[in-house]
């Protein structure tokens, strides 16, 4: 026994497609993100011997935890400097892209030495796993200077209290391990 089917009526279809259309181009909304101190974490081990050895760079790919929204906003960045699609980006490519990320916020000399705390050098290449982390530890350190009295939200100012918590009394956590200058240099800016 066969069902009857409606005749498809070809204009709902045509409405349909039209609306989905839409929807799909809607969905991407391009602009600067408000900045934020509580987009991403940054952690410390329980025993701060397992930084020994690290640098800088790799602590930032281990220890630097972004929210999933911030990450795609700054995977985006990230491709558009990424041309021939492998991956990395040069230091320049890098320092561009931070650039065109925070548009007025930031200074090439800002971006020097965010990068510089990195040991980031003109030879270096940024793989997109550093580029992330790398972006929001820009943010958390242009924080401070982009906020104004009036616009301070106490929720936004305060870190989150398990990072406040990992990073009190880095003098005294920090005895006994050997950890590199350049890596507690990059912990106290945090």
Sequence with gaps: MQRHRPP???GVAVEVA????????CQ????R??????????????????????????YLISHCHVCPRRQAHYKRYFDKFDKDRDGLISFQEAARALL????????PQQVEQVLGVLQADHG?????????PLSALTERLLYRPTETANKVIEEDREKDKV?????????WKFQGCQISDELKKLIHLL
């Design 124 to 132: 270096t290449s940024v793989s997109q796993r550093l580029f992330l």
């Design 18 to 25: 039209r609306y989905e259309a839409s929807v799909r181009k």
């Design 163 to 171: 990072e406040e918590a990992d990073f009190s009394g880095l003098m």
């Design 100 to 107: 065109d990320l925070y548009k007025d916020l930031v200074t």
């Design 33 to 58: 993100l408000a900045l934020s101190q509580r987009l991403c974490r940054f952690s410390l081990p329980s025993d701060l011997r397992q930084l020994e050895g690290l640098s800088p760079q790799e």
């Design 28 to 31: 991407r909304i391009e602009g």
């Design 8 to 10: 498809l009526d070809l």
